[in-house]
């Protein structure tokens, strides 16, 4: 398994301003992801974070609105720029862990209220 | 495309009832399929994966290929089992779908006393 945390587990932001969420894992994982759980909604993922490399963006998603980075294999952080009140949600950070069967866990949440 | 249908947004049951949250979906290829759960004031975690074939906390879930279904049960709920559930499909496809998760909208379960 791995243990995943979050900062800051939850902010209120004024409208225009920008937050970056850190993700860091207790061990190294090859995939980590992150999503978005607005309102009484599902999780839709964001963006894969690679290593190395930039991060690969979902439909929807573009990396001047969410950048990301991946700077090792325990470590990412995902920034939610010039924000507006849509932009009110969870965020998670997710890593895939392989063990003969990969599995994907999940950090706590940064819970974002945007004003 | 992918897709994960949980039709029930809500479900109530009694303590002691049987229960099944329904999870279909829809993928070209061979798909791996997942049980998320949340509890209240708790992080998404795995329940289970169709993989394992597993039984855990008494849930069981069999991926029906035919009828495109991966439906969570448990023959007699406890309260303890309230929480939000989730289906997940795993996309094991190349490329960018490689290793992300597609969820449900999720169903909130709640087991009355």
């Known amino acids: 398994s791995a243990v995943i945390s979050q900062k800051p587990s939850r902010d209120i932001c004024q409208r225009g301003t920008s937050l970056t969420i850190q993700c860091q894992v207790d061990?190294?994982?090859?995939?980590m992801f992150w999503y978005r759980q607005q309102p009484g909604q599902s999780l839709t993922l964001i963006a894969t974070a690679n290593q190395g490399s930039e991060a690969t963006y979902e439909s929807g998603f573009v990396i001047d609105k969410f950048p990301i980075s991946r700077p090792n294999l325990t470590f990412s952080t995902l920034t939610v720029s010039n924000m507006s009140p849509e932009d009110s949600s969870i965020y998670l950070c997710?890593?895939?862990?392989?063990?003969?069967?990969?599995?994907?866990?999940f950090g706590p949440g940064t819970r974002l209220l945007v004003l | 495309a992918q897709r994960v249908t949980q039709p029930e947004k809500l479900l109530s049951v009694f303590k002691g009832a049987p229960v099944e949250l329904k999870c279909n979906y829809s993928?070209?290829?061979?798909?791996?399929l997942f049980w998320y759960v949340q509890y209240s004031r708790q992080r998404l975690q795995l329940l289970l994966r169709?993989?394992s074939r597993e039984s855990i906390k008494g849930f069981t879930a069999d991926l029906n290929k035919g009828e495109t279904s991966f439906h969570l049960k448990k023959p007699f709920a406890q309260e303890e089992d309230s929480a939000m559930y989730y289906c997940?499909?795993?996309?094991?496809?190349?490329?960018?779908?490689?290793?992300?998760?597609?969820f449900g909208r999720g169903t909130q379960l709640t087991v009355w006393p």
């Open positions: 061990s190294q994982v090859t995939m």
């Open positions: 997710s890593v895939g862990v392989a063990g003969g069967q990969e599995t994907q866990y």
């Open positions: 993928y070209s290829g061979s798909p791996e």
């Open positions: 997940a499909l795993r996309g094991t496809g190349g490329g960018s779908t490689l290793g992300r998760l597609y």
């Open positions: 169709h993989i």
